[in-house]
C-alpha cells in the first residue's frame, strides 16, 4: 500500500474519527507512516492501514 501522494510533510490533515485533536501538520511522512502535530494532541505517529485522514490544505510548493 502505498500512501497518499498529498500527504507529505507540509501538508494540513485532519483525522475525522478524532475531531477534538484539531488541525494537525505533517511533520514526515515513511511509507504508511506518517507524524502528524496536531493542534489539541501533539505530535503523533499514525499508520494509514489503521487511520484514515483527511486533507485540509495541500503543502506549499517550495520556493
Same mark, same amino acid.
Not at 5 to 23: E, T
Given at each position: 500500500?502505498?500512501? &497518499?501522494?498529498?500527504?507529505?510533510?507540509?501538508a *494540513?490533515?485532519? !483525522?475525522?474519527?478524532? %475531531? &477534538?485533536?484539531?488541525?494537525?501538520?505533517?511533520?514526515? +511522512?515513511?511509507?504508511?507512516?506518517?507524524t502528524? !502535530? *496536531?493542534?489539541e494532541?501533539?505530535?503523533?505517529?499514525? &499508520?494509514?492501514?489503521?487511520?484514515?485522514?483527511?486533507?485540509? +490544505?495541500? +503543502?506549499?510548493? %517550495?520556493?
Amino acid at each position: 500500500m502505498t500512501a &497518499d501522494p498529498r500527504l507529505v510533510p507540509g501538508a *494540513f490533515v485532519r !483525522n475525522p474519527a478524532h %475531531p &477534538d485533536w484539531g488541525i494537525g501538520q505533517i511533520q514526515s +511522512a515513511v511509507g504508511v507512516r506518517l507524524t502528524v !502535530n *496536531f493542534e489539541e494532541r501533539g505530535k503523533l505517529t499514525l &499508520d494509514l492501514r489503521h487511520v484514515r485522514l483527511e486533507l485540509v +490544505a495541500p +503543502a506549499r510548493p %517550495p520556493r
